[in-house]
């Protein structure tokens, strides 16, 4: 019988910090062979990124330790406490990983062609020139627009979608037999997802590439995996074939998570409400210099004469592929990003006012960002995070009622409201999502842009969230 490519037996995963400990995994068990898809489902915070972590021994070790038993085989290979030579000939090379959030896993520092370009010269010793041309080979095979321009920009300066297109550039650059891809597509749109998937299945096929698919979009397992595990508080719970465990799933959690699918139509809303939100000609450019005094050669149009109007209770859809302008319209909207053109909130022109005349508005103004981690403060606490907005606009009577508020929050959006208290890097990307959501709603606003806001959360919280 053939040995596993990866071999995961009993593994367990405890965080030790200040003379307490949490378990986030519980004697997981799985295997996938050569070739072979395998997907991971779960709820965010069931324990899926940390097992796939595990894999590659990236946790945050020695506050993350494994328990007695625990074992990850990689072509036989025990990788758990194996020296770093071992590890540093594995990560990278013969297995690789995706991250799910690209904004914190790219250096802000560099630019694209070095982050790439690192990869390839330290694994395959490529000169410069060569790492270059293979760069915008795989720059191309994600279909990334303008790679020969895109070499020379920072994250900051590409869309959601885009960086992670070049996370998954990064990782497909030495072929490797393991993809560990933790929910790769999160961020793209769905024909970037379309295409990213056709191509994940296109290298599998052609390099004979194993992956591990973490993902809490069901339709996504239908299309790319024949066997999934379903993870939840820290177990498999249910495990076997796609086709088996979603036509008959035996166990609670399954079926719930089946369940929470969305399939409903749209509720009715009143045709004749006041105009809350009327933008009109609305255009944001950017200007391309060059030459030495850096003048202006050219525009970048992001938004060109676009006209929007949102009534009251009425919920407005703006669709379109990544870098198509939608993020930028909707900072343009807030007043969060100079643009041209009008914009009228419940009648009254914000165009003209200065930021201390915005002020008063803008607690009436909230929008929930795409990449929930670059929103929120490391160093403040969730509490302080979703009552930072309570103090600014000076709403609750005294602390008491703000507290209360703030637990309030976390509880509309399904969080533990003892988990105020931690901080932003110890949720799961889910669970950072949902942080975004409750500090947005915590001021009752009257006007939400919502950027991509259940894009990193589980199919069942999605429908907690549409519902709330």
């Known amino acids: 019988m053939a040995i596993p490519l990866l071999q995961i037996d009993k593994l367990g995963v405890e965080f030790r910090q200040f003379g307490s400990s949490v378990t986030a995994v519980k004697g997981v068990s799985l295997h996938i062979d050569k070739g072979e898809t395998v997907a ?20 945050p070790y020695p506050v993350a330790a494994h ?70 080979e795989l720059l191309e095979l994600v279909r990334i627009r303008d790679p020969e321009q895109r070499l020379k920009s920072y994250p900051h300066q590409l869309s959601g979608g885009q ?27 769905v024909t970037i997802q379309a295409q990213i998937l056709k191509l994940l299945n296109d290298l599998q096929a052609s390099l004979g590439m194993a992956m591990l698919f973490i993902t809490h979009d069901l339709g996504v397992v239908r299309k790319m995996a024949k066997r999934v595990y379903v993870m939840h508080s820290g177990s498999v719970v249910e495990s076997g074939a ?34 809350m939100v009327k933008a009109s000609d609305i255009k944001v450019w950017f200007p391309i210099k060059a030459g030495i005094l850096r003048r202006t050669v050219d525009h970048v149009k992001a938004v060109n004469g676009i006209d929007v109007t949102v009534r009251e209770g009425h919920t407005v859809g703006v669709v379109g592929e990544s870098g198509s302008g939608k993020t ?75 507290e209360q508020m703030i637990i309030e929050a976390l509880e509309e959006v399904h969080l533990d409201p003892d988990s105020r208290h931690r901080y932003p890097h ?22 939400v842009v919502l950027d991509e806001p259940t894009s990193a959360l589980d199919m069942s919280v999605q429908a907690q969230i549409v519902e709330l």
């Open 426 to 447: 110890e949720f799961s990307g889910g669970q950072r999502q949902r942080i975004a959501i409750a500090r947005a709603m915590v001021v009752k606003p009257r006007f």
């Open 163 to 189: 960086r992670q297109r070049v996370m998954i550039a990064m990782a497909l650059a030495n072929e490797p037999d393991l993809l560990i891809a933790d929910e790769p597509t999160t961020s793209v749109d």
């Open 67 to 136: 328990t007695p038993g625990s074992s990850v085989r990689f072509r036989g290979r025990e990788l758990v406490g194996a020296d770093e030579n071992v590890l540093r000939a594995v990560r990278g090379d013969q297995a690789s990983m995706i991250f799910q959030e690209p904004m914190t896993s790219l250096n802000p520092l560099h630019v694209v062609e070095k982050q790439i370009n690192e990869v390839l010269v330290v694994h395959k010793g490529l000169s410069r020139h060569a790492a270059r041309v293979r760069t915008l």
């Open 328 to 402: 930028t319209l909707g900072l343009a909207l807030l007043r969060l990003q100079k643009s041209k053109g009008l914009i009228e909130f419940d009648g009254r022109a914000l165009q003209g006012l200065s930021w201390k005349s915005l002020r008063p508005l803008r607690r009436e103004m909230q929008i929930v960002f795409q990449d929930p981690f670059g929103s929120l403060s490391p160093r403040m606490s969730v509490g302080q995070i979703i009552g930072e907005g309570l103090g600014v606009h000076d709403l609750g009577k005294d602390e008491v009622e703000r």
């Open 242 to 275: 796609v086709k088996d465990i979603f036509e008959r799933p035996q166990h609670a959690y399954t079926q719930r998570l089946l369940a929470a699918e969305p399939a409903e139509k749209p509720t009715t809303v009143v045709g004749d409400a006041r105009t």
């Open 40 to 59: 991971l489902v779960g709820e965010s915070g069931s324990g899926k990124s940390v097992t796939a972590l595990s894999v590659l021994q990236l946790l």
